[in-house]
């Protein structure tokens, strides 16, 4: 045990020494992994697509981004990849694989860590398992400038383990009521546990601009009103039949029809989501909320 911790902070090392010394052809402007958890209120609204496809197109951008599926009850990221991993999550949990044995470099650049389907509550792990999870997402630190978390959808314990311990939340709705409703109680919950939360917002399945801007704008006031916070509105997708069908080929969106119009607008995402950060606080600061929210400190 002891050799593989020193393996591991070795490996950390040297990746980081690469990005200092010769890899000036990567963007590493980040002392630290900039953590951005994609999460819903309801489910089904389209996290992962989103997660997945703005990972490829952070990648083409030359930033080193690693997607965790964090979705511990129907963890699906590789399936819209298109891979079939063999090791995820719950070998990490159970103590038999480190998360870089299990990390996957895909064609298209982004590294994933695969979810296990109906993998037991991070909150239920003994203090052994979950401190050796978390120690082990720090090792993460300094192979990414970008670390995307899919969660899953709602306010469960395991959702929000991950949403709280993030240093940005992108909340995702479309623009049915219901789902704004949920979007509605997601960010109370984010701002009212953790104020400090950048939080951004991005409508899907839009049927035009100005309906994915009046929801942003009903979203926002109740924010402001009532939360006395402001929501960053990151823009939005249109509701276009393209995702399904790169769903079903299991082909991200943004490599099946890079023309799409889905994929156009996710563009206009990235470049909203402005590199640099006003404050990334890395994996440690992730690490230490993530570990405070599990060990009921939070
Ligand atoms: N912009 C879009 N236009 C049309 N269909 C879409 C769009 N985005 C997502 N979908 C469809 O919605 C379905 C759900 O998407 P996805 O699995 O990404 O949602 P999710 O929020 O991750 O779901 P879950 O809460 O179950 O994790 C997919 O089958 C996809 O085809
Ligand atoms: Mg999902």
Do not use: C
């Amino acid at each position: 045990m002891a050799d593989q911790a020193q393996g591991l902070r070795a490996l950390a090392k040297q990746a980081h020494l690469e990005d200092h010394l010769g890899n000036s052809a990567l963007v590493t402007p980040y002392p630290a992994a900039r953590t951005i958890a994609v999460t819903s209120g309801k489910g089904g609204v389209g996290k992962t697509n989103f997660t997945t496809n703005l990972a490829l197109l952070l990648a083409q951008a030359r930033r080193r981004v690693i997607v965790v599926d964090a979705d511990l009850g129907l963890a699906n990221i590789h399936v819209v990849m298109g891979i079939s991993p063999t090791y995820h999550l719950e070998h990490v949990l159970r103590g038999e694989k480190t998360l870089q044995e299990i990390l996957i470099s895909t064609p298209g650049g982004v590294q994933i860590i695969a979810g296990g389907s109906g993998i037991t509550e991070l909150a239920n792990l003994d203090h052994a398992q979950r401190t050796r999870f978390i120690e082990s997402l720090s090792e993460l630190d300094h192979l990414a400038d970008t670390i995307l978390v899919d969660t899953g959808a709602g306010l469960s314990q395991n959702v929000m383990g991950f949403v709280l311990a993030a240093d940005e939340v992108i909340v995702i709705t479309t623009p049915e009521p219901t789902s704004l409703a949920d979007a509605y109680a997601t960010i109370k919950v984010v701002s009212r546990e953790n104020p400090g939360t950048r939080l951004h917002l991005v409508v899907n399945m839009a049927t035009s601009e100005a309906e994915a801007s009046a929801v942003y704008e009903r979203l926002s006031l109740v924010a402001r009103q009532f939360l006395h916070i402001e929501l960053d509105y990151l823009g939005y997708l249109p509701q276009d039949a393209t995702v399904s069908r790169a769903v079903r080929a299991q082909q991200p969106f943004t490599q099946f029809s890079p023309g799409s119009p889905v994929a156009r607008a996710l563009s206009q995402i990235v470049d909203r989501l402005g590199y640099p950060p006003a404050r990334p606080a890395g994996v440690s600061g992730f690490l230490n909320r993530i570990s405070n929210f599990f060990s009921g400190r939070k």
